[in-house]
């Protein structure tokens, strides 16, 4: 950047010698950005009598940048995919793993991270239950023209008991699961269905929880009634129309009258009083003179 010398008013000094005349200048430029949590996601399974015990990445959160619209909408990075068929025997193994930037997205940090797998053989001293509340039931399917409603169960959601490594089933929460009625074929009516649970690899639905239903109502789609507001003109207000001679030579209504008129019947209504204020004037002059003959006469 070249240096320039100004005086007091801010005007350059053509003439000043400045040392040196250039200089480097590096200004840091700060890209929004926001942190949001790592979910793993799993693929694949793992060979009979071998089960998942713990999954230990490197890092709970990622940095993602990008535009303000970008970053509003993005509530978790989860493109990171475990695939358990690449472990053939129980031990703990390190899985190194590029993260790449969402669509929509400039850069992510870190740009790589490690996952920790420890895989154990099938124990059942090692398993345990837990119960997730109110795990939320989506309805699909439903036919041209048609919804569904879910009647029961109210709340909208399902209590479940899944089975697993105790150390895996700690991290999982009720957002992290589904449940899925399928309306498809149904028709307008109250219905029973089954419903399906979307559960990660290394856990299993306990046999309280196999045999999962909801009651729906299938229903006929409203019809828009929404009407767009009139733009008639009548609807602003009716103008009554012009009266006719005969209305008016009988007294039955008043025509209003035009702006040219009421201004000539001002300028009549002004002169007319002009004219009776002179009138006025002469008769008091001829008052006064009569005045005048009275007193002279004897």
Do not use: C, W
């Amino acid at each position: 950047m070249k240096l320039q010398a100004y005086d007091a008013e801010g005007k350059v000094l053509e003439n000043a010698i400045i040392t040196p005349q250039t200089v480097e200048v590096r200004v840091p430029v700060n890209q929004p950005y926001t942190s949001v949590p790592l979910r793993i996601k799993y693929s694949g399974q793992l060979p009979e009598g071998l089960v998942l015990s713990t999954v230990e990445p490197s890092v709970k959160e990622v940095s993602v940048y990008g535009s303000e619209d970008a970053l509003a909408g993005i509530q978790a990075y989860d493109q990171v995919t475990l695939d358990l068929t690449q472990f053939d025997q129980s031990g703990t193994s390190t899985v190194n793993v590029d993260l790449t930037p969402p669509s929509g997205f400039e850069k992510i940090e870190p740009s790589s991270i490690q996952i920790k797998v420890t895989i154990s053989p099938f124990d059942e001293a090692e398993e345990t239950t837990k119960v997730f509340p109110n795990v939320p039931i989506t309805l699909t399917g439903a036919g041209n023209g048609l919804e569904g409603t879910l009647v029961t169960p109210r709340s909208g959601g399902l209590n479940l008991t899944l089975t697993g490594s105790a150390s895996m089933l700690e991290g999982l929460s009720s957002d992290d699961l589904t449940l899925t009625g399928d309306l498809t074929g149904l028709a307008v009516g109250t219905h029973e269905i089954k419903l399906e649970a979307d559960l990660p690899r290394y856990a299993k639905l306990d046999e309280s929880s196999n045999a999962l239903s909801a009651t729906v109502k299938i229903s006929e789609k409203a019809e828009d009634t929404t009407t767009t507001p009139s733009e008639d003109p009548t609807d602003e207000g009716t103008v009554a129309p012009d009266p006719s001679p005969a209305e008016v030579e009988n007294g039955e209504t008043e025509p209003v009258p035009d702006e040219e008129e009421t201004e000539s019947n001002t300028d009549t209504q002004d002169q007319g009083q002009q004219g009776s204020t002179s009138s006025r004037g002469n008769l008091n002059n001829n008052n006064s003179g009569t005045g005048s003959k009275s007193g002279a006469n004897p």
